[in-house]
């Protein structure tokens, strides 16, 4: 404990210097920081493979061992990936709002960094350097907690990082990896006011629901998706069901996916057939409400739990409904407050359901899958937020940053 | 706890209604809220009267007493804020963002209400009509939990608001009081995830600590306020004795007063002296380090915990230092990131100090007690933040606000 208090006062002193550095000086270390992973790649490498024979003596399941497999290719990816972030534009400094009071006050709206960023993610590696990036464009110094799993592969990164920004005359305390895989320390972690500014889990549910229940310092909560699609009576069908094919069938793992499908009345009987046959191509199993089961073979009965469930599988429910108005209820029921989108032709609809439906992204005839730092055109991502504050939905550059007033006089006094 | 439960369920339910409502219809209900609060001033006062009885009876301290008491002036005064946040621009609905995709997609950032505000507050009845106008205005449901020694008061305030909205068509669970005054239930209203969007709460360091340590809502933390000033050596003497005596002394018990000064070693002979004799006027206790111990007297000697201490109280600790840079450490380390100021004729120092320290807000020659959100010209103030995320100093209407991404397409998938 007394280790990680030590690094909390390491990243607390080096805030202060990071703060201040230039865009120049920040993206010349963020090339040479790429520049390191890709020369020590054998290093990383080794270690790596450290994890990956834990991982298999342990049985770890095949796709979590994928995501914990690091090579030449995905390494110049990490590297590559700091590099876009060089080319990024530094937010920090800019001057959001000036105004002058009646009494000659000079108030400006200046963006700084946050200061110390946490974060707590699961076992893919490239996490490390990603996050480090990001974080270090915006002034921030970070302190990473990663997964067990993936313990020798983080510390190696985070190291050769390290190397590069004393190299560069920087202070390595920009990044720390706590190395400690006791519980406690992750829950002192979670706990650390004064030192740690905000708390981003990047992972499943399960890690979102333990930092947010044990967490004292602020927590961004990002990355549970319980994604609906509304197929409206005036929908365009061919537009549903591409849209619902990809959104449910293009990367079943991510929070984006589609998840549940809600089917306007009056349009079941033309879309259900149609749709049914093309998630068959993918096995897709529905599982749906009566009133589908009615008009459709092979589906499997709904439950009430099924509605509120995010699968992250080749799994969709459906419900049906007799109005946007109904649709709007039942979303804002189930969903995680991420992504929703209606499939209509209808404009009153579609504003119907772009003002009712309260979550961070809210389509009109496009799929959910877009909800991405990428797509959004931030050119960066930390993650997408599904609460309310501070930011909400993709998170870029910008919402790792906050602000503070700088306030000028010639002696101003309070009457 | 069922009842909680209840509560939230029913702000849960007006909270789409309030977003939905205009800002005419949202003014017109403010104005019969004022109206309705100087109709009922009778049964208003007493109940108050009840509250007040009760504190005599357990020996409540004459300061709280009055914090307490309602009298007719203090009730105008209720109904005039409320009119006045009728008079405030409506933040609702504003596109503060429009941006279109290469292919295709539009996407708009939308500001919208919240949701549902939770506001932990002590002993001031004023709030609960305050806190109700500020969230209604901004389409936001409110739940209060208000002290126990006003719950006669805030309890009649909220029947009377409650009432207004209903003759005016309008839910009254816009506004609802936690009545329930057992510690299990605060506890319980901490832990409402997926009822509550953000918890605010108002008051002592007390208050603060124990719903940060306790929440599992998002907390915007607020008014804890260790205020320091710097006298630079390039400092104006009469500036410094100026705004230093109206940051200690024009009120005590507020979060920007002025709890700490720090003193530049080659401006210390010339300022203490002066200024100390102006504090004198006013009662102010002198705790001082060495160096301003052996060039003053009268002065006790600081303690390391002086340095970090929100006294609220005629008592100012004074530190030396021998450069900005030690001024701004010995402020980072021991500052609430509230409000500090450096006094200085130096534009090189004052630069220093305004990107150096860490705090909301960051004065060059003025008083710290500017930091409010009418002096800022919000029009209004719901709390001042200490924390950095969300929003950082005075907060008025729209950081009341959170936005969503609304995104229309014709089709769009992702590749």
């Known amino acids: 404990m ?24 920040k993206d010349q270390a963020l090339y040479a920081a790429a520049k390191a992973l890709q020369e020590n790649c054998q290093e990383i490498l080794k270690e790596n493979e450290k994890d990956l024979e834990e991982g298999r003596k342990n049985g770890m399941h095949p796709g979590m061992l994928d995501r914990l497999a690091l090579n030449e290719k995905r390494i110049d990816a990490m590297a590559e990936g700091l590099c876009q972030i060089a080319q990024l534009e530094d937010p920090i400094g800019e001057i959001m709002e000036t105004f002058t009071r009646p009494n000659g006050l000079v108030i400006s709206k200046r963006r700084v960094p946050m200061g110390v960023v946490g974060i707590i993610y699961e076992s893919r590696p490239n996490v490390t350097a990603d996050a480090f990036g ?20 983080n510390a190696v990164i ?21 190395k400690d895989t006791d519980r406690s320390v992750t829950n002192a972690f979670m706990r650390m006011n004064g030192y740690v500014d905000v708390l981003i889990p990047r992972g499943g549910a399960g890690l979102i629901r333990a930092v947010v229940e044990n967490a004292t310092v602020p927590v961004i909560e990002t990355g549970t998706g319980n994604c609906h699609i509304f197929v ?25 996916a589609c998840e549940s499908l809600v089917v306007h009345d009056k349009i079941k009987e033309k879309l259900m057939p149609a749709l049914a046959e093309a998630l068959r191509t993918k096995n897709v199993e529905i599982r749906a409400d009566e009133r589908i089961m009615s008009i459709l073979d092979g589906c499997i009965p709904a439950t009430e739990e099924d509605f509120g469930k995010e699968y992250l599988d080749y799994i969709l429910s459906v419900k049906t409904v007799d109005s946007v108005k109904e649709a709007i209820a039942h979303i804002n029921k189930y969903n995680t407050g991420h992504s929703d989108a209606i499939i209509t032709e209808n404009e009153a609809h579609a504003q119907e359901f772009l003002n009712g439906v309260d979550s961070a992204c809210v389509y009109v005839n496009a799929s959910t899958r877009f909800t991405d730092g990428f797509e959004f055109g931030f050119g960066a991502e930390i993650g997408i937020s599904t609460q309310k504050l501070h930011a909400r939905g993709p998170m870029g550059l910008k919402e790792l940053t906050t602000y503070k007033y700088t306030i000028r006089g010639n002696g101003q006094i309070r009457g």
Not at 158 to 178: C, F, N
């Open 232 to 256: 409206d009576e005036d929908a365009d069908l061919t537009k549903a069901v591409n849209i619902i094919m990809n959104a449910k069938t293009q990367r079943i793992s991510v929070c984006n």
């Open 2 to 25: 007394t280790e990680l208090k030590q690094m909390g006062e390491r990243a607390l002193a080096a805030k202060y210097i990071l703060a201040a550095l230039s865009r120049e000086k």
């Open 158 to 178: 985070e190291k050769v990082l390290r190397e590069a920004l004393a190299s560069e005359g920087i202070t390595p305390d920009a990044i720390s990896l706590i």
């Open 134 to 153: 990001l974080c270090f464009k915006t002034g921030n110094a970070v302190i990473l907690k990663g997964g067990k799993d993936a313990l020798h592969s």
